[in-house]
């Protein structure tokens, strides 16, 4: 397979100016009628006069240009293209093509999930629907007939407004849609099935009437309402926050049980993986109700982040990713807590960005090649790229950057655009130079701030020396300074703010944070006015996605604990405390566990005026993996077990205060879905799981009943968990109770099978390798294969690096399995093998054998033969 280069990009020849698509659907052979109107781009240079269309796995049946059918002559069919050798400046073409939904098992394309057929285009999968130019800056408007039996698919859709429904002879129907705004086709979709609907109404901001209508199948309909309350939530919040009103008059979501993402913007026909619609308090768990909130809202935001404004390339897919997540944290942020909020955000970065940008698949914000773009849907691209926007908010300000986003909705819409294009309308309404900004756009790696200060009494000057550098990645040996908002504030021994005076200040400084701009290697911040030294509480609101160092004392962190007002700086403190000692006990088991930092975490545990969800966050140590992340050499079972012995201190000595915490958090409303009742639901449970830590028959109880007795999904699998891991075989039977009540609900028996893969217990390899010959497990299946062989792998550091190698080759076993179905699933499983230089010699030789073992097959997809091959490079 070859690269694709973003060096290389040209505009298109042709453009499609209209596709009508006309498809007989059925499982087993769907026929797929297209008339296309091609024009000449008067934007490009002129080629050979020949024209070549993307498709793949298409069986041929008709193709006409201009009426005329086509002589074999006249075209060329290869396995991924059709060459049609001379074609005017301006024509139609016609094709007709057979396909098969049901033996689509890579679930791009039209595939069949359960008793639906449903499509998923992006990045190129319209091209196994039709002969088409696959890229998405051709937009074209599209009309769209379904025609389908009408008792197996009595739900026809499409994307735009409906036009007809209509009867046909032989109980079949027919059902046309057309989109009048223009898109490119990974933009297309379609649904048949017999689904029931929710429906509700939304009034836009300019008076217009909305349909919304969310489509299930009909055992799901009672477990649609929050889905729906977050899809009118998020309508309302983009015209305030964005002024972003919705266009077309109906708006749809279908979900469906086969689906390799979370979920997919459609133009005005949005498939959702169902984990990310259906949810009712006893099957759903609080961190899927908020999951569900934001990827509702995340598809709604990218219609004009992604759909009205598109991209020009695959390269610029963080225009439209890094935007919408941006804007879908804004959102989150909003309707719930925003210290959380960010919080999540950073840890989110920590654990999977930050490794992203220290393995062998370290890519740019925008890449700037890939063999396949599947493999670009990443942290990096969507998670990093939020942070880039965000960090042009922060240095704009909020009516500067609303203004900008302004600019860029008003100026580009209906276009197909570049980041660069989104930076340029930033640059001219602020009127700043964001030339070094961009470099974050196309410089791969992590940026380190390394700090030091010092304070001198008799002048009253603190000063801060912070020197920035970038690691090499791979492609990219030398890197440049960057441009990055650095939020500092200052506290006092009191733990009161001071202000932060610099040299030539014109203004008296309030007290509180002061966004500074780092662009030089070295910067020397000299702050003026400061008798004591403070405790400087730096990046607030992690105003860069950079690692910082800095030499904190115990005591300093102990002070921002406790009194930082940034959420984020407290959280940064405690975690900073936390994997300090973590590490050092990984080296030392015997290492003292200083009594200052026990009572700081009583001390917020008892704390009355902080939100019980960022006390939960306090008292979550960092994860192992991102310890590891911390290590020159990886000692996987001595990060464990320091995890489990920081947890089993903290029960120990915290134990009347966690007993407190855990009693008063029995929550009132244990069904209510509130970002307090979620808050208090989560300290509960932390709590618990640090009193579990300790051997105890009184706690055991506690969390056997609260297993029996709870009725909402949180605390039962709170609980669940906890059992499993410490319990022995004493969470066998609770287990098997679980599976019982929850065997009818798939999305319940997906967190069956991830308590068991992702559990500490010894052992866990060989029963995940059991549970993959049990009758509820399927490879074809995207939820149920990250539910068990992506729990063991991603989120079981201990038991998936198992030092006989087990791990690894059920890994591999997998993956070669897996890649003949679905190789975009099969290619993001092996992620956690990528970075195997960083283990002990041992693991390493293992992790590589099993590399190798997949590379030598044959027949590999470009997905997995990229990572891997990049793996071992
Ligand atoms: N469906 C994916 C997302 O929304 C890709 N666009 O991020
Ligand atoms: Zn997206």
Redesign the pocket.
């Known amino acids: 397979p070859h690269p694709v280069r973003l060096a290389d990009y040209r505009p298109p020849e042709f453009l499609i100016e209209r596709v009508d698509l006309t498809f007989e659907l059925d499982e087993q052979v769907t026929t797929v009628h297209a008339l296309l109107e091609f024009s000449r781009n008067p934007a490009a240079t002129r080629g050979d006069g020949s024209l070549t269309l993307d498709g793949e796995q298409l069986e041929l049946i008709e193709l006409k240009l201009a009426g005329q059918t086509l002589t074999p002559a006249e075209y060329q069919l290869e396995a991924e293209a059709l060459r049609i050798h001379r074609v005017p400046d301006r024509f139609q073409l016609e094709t007709q093509v057979r396909i098969h939904p049901n033996r689509n098992t890579a679930l791009e394309g039209l595939y069949q999930s359960g008793p639906m057929l449903c499509t998923q285009c992006?990045a190129e999968g319209f091209r196994k629907i039709t002969f088409f130019l696959d890229r998405p800056d051709v937009l074209s408007r599209f009309r769209t007939t379904l025609i389908a039996d009408q008792d197996r698919f009595p739900v026809l859709l499409a994307n735009g407004n409906l036009v007809s429904e209509t009867r046909l002879p032989a109980g079949r129907h027919q059902v046309i849609w057309d989109d009048p705004f223009p898109k490119p086709c990974y933009l297309f979709a379609l649904i048949g099935g017999d689904l029931s609907v929710v429906e509700d109404q939304f009034r836009t901001c300019s008076g217009r009437d909305i349909g919304l209508r969310i489509f299930v199948e009909p055992h799901n309909l009672d477990r649609c309402g929050h889905a729906m309350q977050a899809l009118k939530k998020a309508m309302r919040w983009d015209e305030e926050r964005f002024g972003r009103e919705y266009d077309l008059d109906l708006y749809m979501i279908v979900a469906v049980s086969h689906f390799n993402?979370?979920?997919?913007?459609n133009k005005g026909l949005n498939v959702f993986n169902d984990k990310f619609v259906l949810a009712s308090p006893d099957t759903a768990t609080d961190e899927d109700f908020q999951g569900i909130e934001s990827v509702i809202a995340?598809?709604y935001f990218?219609n004009w982040t992604?759909n009205r404004i598109t991209c020009r390339d695959w390269f610029q897919l963080s225009l439209?990713?890094g935007f919408?997540v941006y804007r879908d944290q804004e959102f989150s942020a909003e309707v719930g807590s925003r210290d959380v909020q960010r919080i999540a955000d950073a840890r989110f970065l920590r654990n999977h960005q930050f490794p992203e940008d220290a393995g062998p698949m370290a890519h740019p914000v925008r890449p700037d090649s890939y063999i396949e773009i599947n493999n670009f849907?990443t942290p990096t691209v969507?998670n990093k790229g939020a942070e880039l926007v965000r960090m042009q908010a922060c240095l704009l300000g909020p009516e500067l950057f609303r203004r900008a986003t302004d600019r860029y909705f008003e100026r580009h819409d209906g276009q197909a655009v570049t980041t660069d294009d989104f930076v340029r309308c930033i640059e001219e309404v602020s009127g700043r130079d964001l030339a070094q900004f961009r470099r974050w756009y196309a410089q791969a790696g992590t940026p380190y701030l390394d700090i030091e200060a010092d304070h001198d009494a008799t002048r009253h000057l603190y000063r801060l020396r912070i020197r920035q550098w970038t690691p090499p990645t791979p492609g990219q040996p030398v890197k440049e300074p960057l441009h990055l908002p650095f939020a500092l504030g200052l506290l006092d021994d009191q733990g009161r703010e001071c202000p932060v005076r610099l040299e030539g200040d014109v203004q008296d400084q309030p007290a509180g944070t002061r966004v500074l701009e780092l662009r030089e290697l070295e910067t020397e911040i000299c702050v003026l006015g400061l008798r004591t030294r403070p405790v400087p509480s730096m990046l607030r609101g992690f105003s860069a996605p950079v690692k910082l160092r800095y030499a904190f004392t115990n005591a300093d962190l102990i002070h921002l604990m406790r009194y930082d007002r940034d959420g984020f700086c407290r959280w940064d403190a405690a975690q900073r405390l936390q994997e300090r000692l973590l590490l050092r006990l990984t080296q030392d088991p015997t290492t003292l566990i200083p009594d200052d930092v026990v009572a700081a975490f009583r001390d917020a545990l008892r704390d009355p005026a902080t939100d019980p969800a960022l006390i939960a966050e306090l008292l979550t140590f960092p994860s192992e993996s991102y310890l590891a992340d911390q290590l020159d050499v990886v000692d996987v079972d001595g990060i464990h077990r320091a995890h489990r012995q920081l947890a089993s201190h903290l029960g120990t000595h915290l134990n009347d205060d966690l007993m407190a915490a855990y009693a008063h958090n029995q929550d009132p409303a244990p069904t209510e879905v509130t970002p307090r009742a979620i808050g208090r639901r989560r300290l509960k449970n932390r709590a618990l799981a640090l009193l579990m830590a300790v051997d105890g028959a009184k706690v055991f109880n506690l969390c056997q009943t609260q297993f029996e007795t709870a009725d909402n999904m949180t605390d039962t699998l709170a609980a669940l968990r906890l059992l499993v891991d410490h319990g022995g075989a004493a969470g066998d039977a609770p287990l098997q109770r679980f599976y019982e009540r929850w065997s009818q609900v798939p999305l319940v028996i997906d967190k069956w099978f991830s308590v068991q893969a992702s559990s500490c217990r010894e052992g866990t390899v060989e029963r995940v390798r059991g549970l993959m010959a049990h009758p509820d497990f399927s490879l074809r299946n995207p939820n149920r294969v990250r539910s068990l062989i992506g729990a063991l792998c991603h989120a079981n550091s201990v038991q998936f690096h198992a030092a006989d190698g087990s791990g690894y080759r059920l890994l591999s076993d997998v993956v070669l399995e897996l890649d003949p179905l679905n190789p975009q699933i099969a290619a993001r499983l092996l992620k956690p093998i990528l970075s195997w230089r960083r283990y002990d010699a041992g693991r390493q030789a293992q992790m590589r054998r099993e590399l190798a073992r997949v590379l030598e097959t044959g027949e590999l997809s470009a997905d997995v033969y990229e990572v891997a091959s990049k793996a071992l490079d």
């Open positions: 992006e993402m979370g979920a997919m913007e995340h598809e990218h992604g439209k990713e919408t849907y969507y």
